[in-house]
């Protein structure tokens, strides 16, 4: 069964770039990242900043304004899951 996870954060970073609110959709097929225009039930928030590398969604709780990444950043893999 695929795997499909949809997630909105207040920030994403995502080839080099930092998005505003935005929704990240990954599955097995890749990663999109999209501006938010409207709620649906299957779209968990993710409070912070959604950062993408490498086909891996990291999450960190802060709230990133502008790159480079500070230092000592904390992140937490949210997908794929071991």
Same mark, same amino acid.
């Given at each position: 069964?695929? !795997?499909?996870?949809? *997630?909105?954060? =207040?920030?994403?970073? =995502?080839?080099?770039? *930092?998005?505003? *609110?935005?929704?990240?959709?990954a599955d097995d097929?890749?990663?999109?990242?999209m501006p938010f +225009?409207?709620?649906?039930? +299957?779209?968990? $928030?993710?409070?912070?900043?959604?950062?993408? +590398?490498?086909?891996?969604?990291? =999450?960190?709780?802060? *709230?990133?304004?502008?790159?480079? $990444?500070?230092?000592?950043? !904390?992140?937490?893999?949210?997908?794929?899951?071991?």
């Amino acid at each position: 069964m695929k !795997q499909v996870v949809r *997630l909105l954060a =207040h920030r994403v970073v =995502h080839d080099g770039n *930092l998005a505003g *609110l935005s929704v990240v959709v990954a599955d097995d097929s890749g990663i999109a990242v999209m501006p938010f +225009e409207g709620e649906t039930a +299957e779209t968990a $928030f993710i409070d912070g900043t959604i950062i993408v +590398e490498d086909g891996v969604l990291y =999450h960190t709780p802060l *709230l990133i304004s502008s790159l480079p $990444f500070p230092s000592g950043l !904390q992140t937490a893999r949210v997908w794929p899951q071991d």
